[in-house]
């Protein structure tokens, strides 16, 4: 076999973004509608587009500087252009994403008032199908190039996931930040003190909350996915690497590999949700997510079968399996977590739990406060019990690189989850929009049931994105660990009762709660600069609650983005500097334990946060359903500020731990060669 | 030396208890006051001694199944007599102190309205102090014959860590239940619904609510201390048991003489205390609570280089220590560890971030809840960093040996501490009763004044009890490390890139969600059924609300007795049955990675529970106190819902985490011998 079949990867990423583009071209050639809709498209989309180049600028000053220390450091330049690299190839899927949904979200709700539900949803989820293409093309073009182009030299190659992970701890915080302020101080304004309903045109916050929407759920969630992917491939290349074994070089271009599968797998099952999306929106969405990953890993079995040829030493059933059956079997384990994850985070966000949450609305906020507290705390339960289950498994059939091949697993099929991920915001968008453009109720129905349907794809995809975030920085520190054994020629070891582990965990658990401290801070802050502007605009602009005046809605833009940048800084600067700090500074055996203590704590907390943001949001809409005497009564009022609460929970503290877990990760993994 | 010197510490014990008996007399000999007053503190003693009667009769059951099954595995009768001794002696505390407390607390009332705030501080820090005697008394008394009974058997002595554990888990867990589904239930109907003041006669819940004080603050505060008191002496004498080294038995009967020490330091802070208590109550307690410590720790010193003679290892400014210079620097380490989290503590539920929830107030409850949030989060990095230097300076000064001995030095002075601890609920009922029995208003200001001082000095004790509980935990999970090495003949090897042991890092963190989650339930459902008894109430008694007709009170003391007996067992299940279910099941790895992940997690959530709900509960009073427009402000109603969240944070679920990582770390101590 020549090393030709190494260029696969990027091309069929090409021939992804092809796909990416025919799709963008059937979405623009949808009515953009009349000029009213055309008008607010156009600030959404223009408020959301000032942000990304706002934010890439700062972004571009820290990842030069990144780039620049690891250049002039011992790491030296081919890990420098692995970090550009990284940096470039998911900034690039991110705007393209914001491009397209931001385009797609206007579509939709004029494809709602001409042409009904089955258009709608189509380009609602073409817009998201964009970004999903993206983040799966630009990983394997962006890796799979580097790979190509150093010939496998597996250290350099972590710089990539570096880079994409500083561009996701960015995105992630920067875009909470944003869209949460937005939507704290436009609902708290709005619905509690002007008793306008949601989205109402005379509320100066509402582009801002819509921009928010794009910003937070599809450039920060994007860059969050795209981020694990990378992240999962970049750390079994690392094991594999350490490996003596002869089929190394199948082992680390499998995960790559893999990747190319689950793309076209994505692809042919954005092709099946289409077909059936003249039946219900739940039901072709649900086909298409599952027929993704069944056709993955078939066609995974013959793949690995042809890349790892060694036998293996697991006994199933009296028969020795194949390494490559092992493999598979770890592959089939972490593509099933994944989806466990989904339906338990669907069931404490979607079922009895809000319920119970809603009903609690009826002795006043404090106890929606508390029952949704402890439905949190509850529901990390079973997605920990499923990733122990899914680490056991692995590392049983082929040890840790088991842990990072079932991250693989989880990822890959990344084009699909990632498209139905992102047509929630562009659904929510277009209910905005139809409703700042005063669109007749049919259309705020259509809109309306694309939008719940978002919400609970949204919610599973979170759960999704914890548990891969998780198992992916799993397979990073393992890969840090082999590096630095590998560099001393001794093992690392980290047990839990040396004293500067110990220490090590400790810092590594204290970190999440800073992190979560600092971005729940900014939400604060910032929602409190939005709300005194609301109210002043409120009061000093003759004529606005009656709908006489016009809103000066850039100011709130402009409030949200500079509150966003300002504070996404020093999260950032922390994530990025521990590692550093902790290795350089106490050793590699700290460094171990601030990785294993922040592993644990981050995914607690990211499980935590976002189930009970997601109750949270889903009590309120189920008393707003009609249950319990609706909108308007005090239980009403009580489940409001659950999810008042709740939105920064979910969109904004909660997701940056799965970044900050994936960013120390990354970055130690990177520095490994330097720890002494 | 003849081993005569062994029966020190149960001498001192018995004299230490007849200190408190005398202080019983002295509180027992002040007013009771007026009919009327007599009656309301015959209730609340009344249903605090049937919830106690209640309590045992569970604990007991429980407690003899424990025994049972200890008595009949290879653990032995010995360890069963150990676990019989520690929870007979945690009982006892418990029971004295409650005692003792809900007379002083009638009498504290009574001393303000007829003799002035002098007197009424000393009944109220009289109450508390026999509560702290008794404590440090009992775990001498027991503990110390134990050991002398036993000549130092350090496997069997564990046990007694046990049965004190078990009876803290009941009295915390059934305790924090109790208090809270009361308080909550009473203020969420009688201040916002009925609008009525807090402690107001009319309300129904209000008897169960001062009851709850004592059933939560004293009996479960005070077993808590135990438990961590005892634990961490303990977990000294194990790990010294194991060392090959001269000074063995010194350094095993050192943690007993350094207790006694502390309860002869404790008494004179006591006196001193008493003697200055004519200037201000907040001086006075700060000068005695400074003064022990000092003793206590200049004492140490003398005794210390008695019983340890070796040289150590350790050089500082040129010179050599000693192995006895050593072990006081890790003593004096863990003393002033303790004093500087408890002020961390103070910062942060006392100072500017209770203003800035306060303000956060202004723009609704929802953004009081992020704020106190963040400001919980951000509490926790500050006592860790503290943690870590402890964990830092101790480890190097003398192995994990000076984590234990650290933990001892920070717990001797307990006597002083837990008397101040339980003074606040002293001062906080003598100010119910006060209101209750419609005293004049001067009245309500000195105990206003005594209770305002004594949320500060619970909330400085509650950081300091976990902090202590936290290097107690640390310390018997090291014991364990060395017991499971010494059984096996080979060293446990707890290394984090171990599947295993990582799989028991994410049990042992889910764990501290899963029971905290149970503990918020419960307290939300309890209070649920209180409400609906209170409303019931005020419909259907005619008269009530008017002040013409009688509540039915002991009706709600049954709702919150019941509610905590059956909602305390789960956890305390789950707690005493994960070690021996991970340990035997899964391994001695998996179950050292269990402690170690719930020992992070648990004092992560100890931390951001307790200092949340207590900056919550200041933030209200300082609203109250006329700031930000006062109470009967939208503010004002903001901060309640705060402080209601924050009751089952700060009362319940978050002292629960304590006692759950020093359960399951000497249960699993206990059942070392067991693990192959």
Same mark, same amino acid.
């Given at each position: ?7 696969? +990867? ?53 990842a030069?500087?990144v ?10 330049e ?18 393209? /994403?914001?491009y ?34 993206c ?5 394997l ?19 990539f996931?570096?880079?994409?992970? #500083? ?41 801002a909350d ?7 759920? #599809? ?105 490559? !059956? ?23 966000? /979607?079922?009895? +739990? #809000? ?9 006043? +906020? ?11 705390? !509850?529901?990390?339960?079973? +997605? ?11 590392t !049983? ?55 719940e349907?978002?919400?609970t ?37 980290l ?41 002043r ?10 709908g ?40 590699a ?39 319990l ?15 008042t ?18 960013v ?13």
């Amino acid at each position: 076999m020549s090393d030709s079949y190494l260029a696969i +990867p990027p091309i069929l990423g090409v021939l992804g973004l092809f796909v990416a583009l025919g799709i963008y071209l059937v979405v623009i050639n949808f009515p953009e509608g009349d000029e009213k809709v055309k008008k607010i498209g156009d600030q959404i989309h223009l408020g959301a587009m000032t942000f990304m180049k706002k934010e890439y600028t700062y972004l571009s000053i820290f990842a030069l500087v990144v780039i620049v220390l690891v250049y002039f450091s011992p790491l030296g330049e081919d890990t420098a252009l692995a970090v550009l690299a990284g940096a470039l190839s998911s900034s690039i899927a991110g705007w393209i /994403g914001m491009y397209s949904a931001t385009k797609a979200n206007v579509r939709t709700a004029t494809a709602a008032s001409q042409s009904g539900a089955e258009s709608a949803l189509s380009v609602a989820f073409y817009g998201g199908s964009i970004m999903g293409l993206c983040v799966a093309s630009l990983g394997l073009i962006g890796l799979g190039s580097l790979y190509y182009i150093l010939s496998g030299d597996a250290h350099s190659i972590e710089g990539f996931a570096m880079g994409a992970s #500083i561009v996701a701890l960015f995105s992630r915080v920067g875009g909470g930040i944003y869209t949460k302020s937005a939507d704290v101080g436009a609902d708290l304004v709005g619905k509690l003190e002007a008793g306008i309903p949601e989205d109402d045109p005379r509320n100066p916050g509402v582009i801002a909350d819509n921009v928010g929407d794009n910003v937070g759920d #599809i450039a920060g969630m994007g860059s969050d996915i795209f981020e694990s992917y990378c992240g999962s491939m970049v750390a079994c290349i690392a094991i594999a690497s350490t490996l003596a074994i002869a089929d190394r070089e199948g082992m680390m271009f499998l995960p790559l590999s893999l990747a190319s599968l689950g793309l076209i797998s994505s692809i042919l099952g954005i092709i099946i949700v289409r077909a059936f999306s003249n039946s219900s929106p739940a039901l072709s969405m649900r086909i298409g997510t599952i027929a993704a990953p069944i056709i993955f890993v078939a066609a995974a079995y013959f793949v690995i079968n042809i890349l790892v040829k060694e036998m293996g030493t697991t006994v199933l059933f009296g028969t020795v399996l194949s390494k490559a !059956q092992e493999i598979w079997l770890a592959v089939v384990c972490g593509s099933a977590g994944g989806i466990a994850i989904g339906l338990i985070t669907e069931y404490y966000t /979607g079922s009895k +739990p #809000i319920v119970k949450i809603a009903e609690s609305g009826q002795t006043g +906020p404090a106890t929606v406060m508390i029952t949704g507290l402890s439905v949190g705390m !509850q529901s990390v339960v079973l +997605p920990i019990a499923c990733l122990i289950l899914i680490i056991y498994i692995s590392t !049983q059939l082929t040890d840790l690189y088991g842990v990072g091949i079932a991250a693989v697993g989880m990822l890959s099929t990344v084009g699909i989850t990632m498209a139905i991920d992102a047509y929630g915001p562009v659904a929510d968008n277009a209910g905005g929009i139809a409703e700042m453009a005063d669109m007749p109720s049919e259309t705020r129905e259509i809109t309306d049931e694309l939008d719940e349907q978002g919400n609970t794809t949204a919610a599973i995809g979170k759960g999704f994105a914890i548990g891969a975030a998780a198992l992916a920085a799993l397979a990073i520190i393992a890969a840090f660990v082999s590096s630095v054994s590998s560099k001393r020629g001794v093992p690392l070891e980290l047990m839990l009762d040396n004293p500067i582990v110990l220490i090590g965990i400790f810092i590594g658990g204290a970190i999440p709660f800073l992190i979560a401290s600092i971005t729940m801070t900014a939400v604060g802050d910032a929602a409190f600069e939005m709300i005194n502007e609301i109210r002043r605009q409120f009061k000093e602009i003759p004529g606005l609650l009656e709908g006489n005046a016009e809103p000066d809605t850039a100011k709130c833009v402009d409030i949200a983005t500079s509150a966003a940048l300002k504070k996404m800084l020093l999260p950032g600067v922390i994530a990025v500097s521990a590692p550093p700090l902790v290795g350089l500074g106490i050793g590699a055996e700290a460094l171990g334990g601030m990785l294993a203590g922040g592993l644990l704590v981050c995914v607690l907390m990211a499980l935590f946060m976002a189930n009970a943001g997601g109750a949270w949001d889903n009590a309120k809409k189920y008393i707003e359903k009609g249950n319990l005497g609706g909108k308007g009564t005090d239980t009403h009022s009580a489940a409001v500020v659950g999810d008042t609460v709740g939105d920064p929970f979910k969109d904004t503290s909660g997701p940056s731990m799965n970044i900050l877990i994936n960013v120390m990760a990354i970055v130690s993994l990177v520095i490994a060669p330097l720890l002494s």
